[in-house]
């Protein structure tokens, strides 16, 4: 039973452009979150969703930022005209119905 | 505004000796508190979680203790392990832990040496 799939690793995107994290939750899950790790800091939840839905997204920057986690195919994480100030670990968890998390990787973005 | 702080960046422990990492907590509605611990480059790992209607939970050499009049919990590792060494996060839900976001501390660093 493999874990929660996070793609990819690493990802470099040069300022304006756009960033795809991909994030497939382990089987069995059908809750998944997002938080985002910036250096030296805690991580910070961004965005929770089910299968078609937001739950909450109150920790989702207002602009440029979305989320979506579809029927089929694994959560996407999209970040538009991206800025230095993304650069970031996001990480992704996902968690059966009735609880607890499992962490992914990571997707370490960096922004040039 | 930080509801959940560690203020301790890093803390370095004798192997076998004790490791005490604590966590200080503003919210007086967080009612579920969870230890991660996470190595470079790989997402947090679960630990160990403590409900507000407890005030110790054990787990092997792993102790969480809670204190809700100080709002401040702590995780015991006894004897630590050179293979300890890592960040553990303190973080707090106001969900009993369950579905819903988790509020993370900044993390302490623990290093453990042979």
């Known amino acids: 039973n493999a874990g929660v799939m996070q793609n990819p690793r690493h990802l470099v995107r040069r300022r304006g452009q756009e960033a795809r994290l991909r994030c497939s939750p382990m089987?069995?899950?059908?809750?998944v979150y997002w938080y985002r790790q910036l250096p030296e800091e805690g991580l910070k939840f961004m965005v929770y969703?089910?299968?078609?839905?937001?739950?909450?997204e109150s920790g989702m920057p207002k602009e440029r930022f979305s989320a979506e986690f579809p029927k089929e195919g694994p959560s996407i994480l999209r970040i538009q005209q991206v800025v230095r100030g993304d650069s970031a670990a996001y990480f992704c968890?996902?968690?059966?119905?009735?609880?607890?998390?499992?962490f992914g990787s990571g997707t370490r973005l960096t922004v040039v | 505004d930080q509801q959940v702080k560690q203020n301790s960046p890093s803390l370095s422990v004798q192997e076998g000796r004790i490791s005490i990492l604590n966590c200080d907590y503003t919210?007086?509605?967080?009612?579920?508190f969870l230890w991660y611990k996470k190595y470079p480059a790989e997402g947090p790992t679960f630990l160990i979680s403590?409900?507000?209607?407890?005030d110790k939970n054990e787990d092997g050499r792993f102790t969480v203790f809670l204190n809700k009049s100080a709002k401040h919990l702590s995780l015991h590792i006894v004897p630590s392990q050179p293979g300890d060494s890592a960040v553990y996060f303190c973080?707090?839900?106001?969900?009993?832990?369950?579905?819903?976001?988790?509020?993370f501390g900044k993390g302490t660093k623990l290093s453990v040496k042979p």
């Open positions: 968890a996902s968690s059966p119905p009735e609880y607890g998390y499992t």
């Open positions: 089987k069995g899950h059908s809750h």
């Open positions: 969703l089910q299968k078609e839905n937001i739950i909450d």
């Open positions: 919210n007086s509605m967080f009612d579920y």
């Open positions: 403590i409900s507000s209607i407890k």
């Open positions: 973080a707090a839900s106001p969900n009993g832990g369950s579905q819903g976001n988790l509020i």
